[in-house]
């Protein structure tokens, strides 16, 4: 039995496995692209090593699509052979992980938090808490994960990064900027601090100075994974907007969002759907980009990962006049609302499909119908997750349904 950089145990006698899984651990806290290498070499060395099979599960189960869950579940089967011949840890986490697989987010939460008392410095799974909790909107939470292990992580420069974005989160926002800057000091390359940083000042109005921050960091970003580097760059597009600087954004989003963008990724796609229906809110015609990037969500319609993320993919294929591929997803939706985890059901059931509803609405020039979908479930859109710079989209097109609808009504009481 050997210790990770983490000075965490691990049941292997592979010097390779525990190389493989700091490089994993060091990839997954800054969001780096070769994380998947760092695993597979890892196995390699030791094929019967439990918690390396199950970073692998969880690093699958990050992509939020299909074919990444079915890579996922060998490997958590074979993680789960192991059990009784590992730490306490491991088995927590791979308990954790089978927990996040079947959808039984509350238990896997649940084990987060014991990891964290338990075992303080282990940042993957407080990190991993800490997603599960950005997806259920519990933002308290979210922020006390990460504040739980600060003692035992006094030096790690991620962990200030994690406890940054949840005091942002939380509207500490003086806190949450003191936080980002210690990570930043420690270390120049730490892109989730950039981004927590990014939010406050947007949050702010520190328009200029934003784009001075993130432009400023944007070299150390060559090396993350494209979820991370597209979303960054999508905050910096929102200062631009914020500019009235439509063509910049425009060409951001050719370059930098969809242009870097995994074509196949749900977040990106998310990023990318959420920008360009930003542009259309201000009357910017953003051309053939709709359908070009509604192309890629097919393979959407049945995964209902999340239902922030089915939000924006059903807003993009009204917009882009895909007529059954929408209905196949609505329908889809509700049956998967019937089958979900019941802990989850009624944000599916009472936001999610109301929501959608709505947007569809918007996308096809309905606004009265928009209106009356989307007014009663605003102030709980939250619970389905996002931040609050994603989450301000849908109040925004809420807000636009309004507007073209007053005008409308001006319009045609003028004809009358």
Known sequence: MLKDAQGLEVTTDSKETIAAIDC?????????????????????????????????AAHYLCQENATAWKQATPHLQTAQRYLAKITKRERLYIQA?????????????????????????????VQQGQYHYFYLGDKERLLKIAEKVLAANQENHYLYGMLAF??????????????????????????WAHHAIA??????????EGIAWMETHADTWQNCNSMLYTHNWWHVALYYLEQGDEQKVLTLYDTHVWGRAEKESPKDQVGAIALLLRLELRG?????????????????????????????YIYALARAGRSEWLLEMQLSMHKHATTVNPYLRQNWFLLAIPAARGLVAHA???????????????PLLHKIGGSH??????????LNALLRSEKHSRVHCTIA
């Open 24 to 56: 994993f651990i060091e990839q997954a806290l800054s969001y780096g692209k070769d994380a998947e290498a760092c695993i597979l070499r890892g196995i390699a060395a030791d094929p019967s090593c439990a918690l390396i099979h199950a970073y692998a």
């Open 97 to 125: 992980i089978a927990a996040w697989a079947s959808g039984a987010i509350d238990w896997a939460i649940a084990l987060h938090e014991t990891l964290a008392e338990d075992f303080p410095t282990d940042l993957i799974s």
């Open 166 to 191: 949840g005091l942002e989160q939380c509207h500490r926002l003086t806190q949450a900027e003191a936080m980002a800057r210690i990570a930043t000091t420690l270390n120049r390359h730490d892109p």
């Open 199 to 208: 939010h406050v000042m947007e949050t702010q109005g520190r328009v200029d």
């Open 284 to 312: 910017v015609n953003v051309g053939g980009r709709w359908h070009e990037l509604s192309a890629y969500l097919f393979p959407r319609l049945h995964e209902h990962a999340l239902p922030f993320q089915d939000l924006h």
């Open 364 to 378: 096809k020039g309905d606004w009265l119908e928009a209106i009356a979908q989307l007014k009663p479930v605003l």
């Open 389 to 398: 710079a994603q989450r301000a989209l849908f109040e925004q097109v809420y």
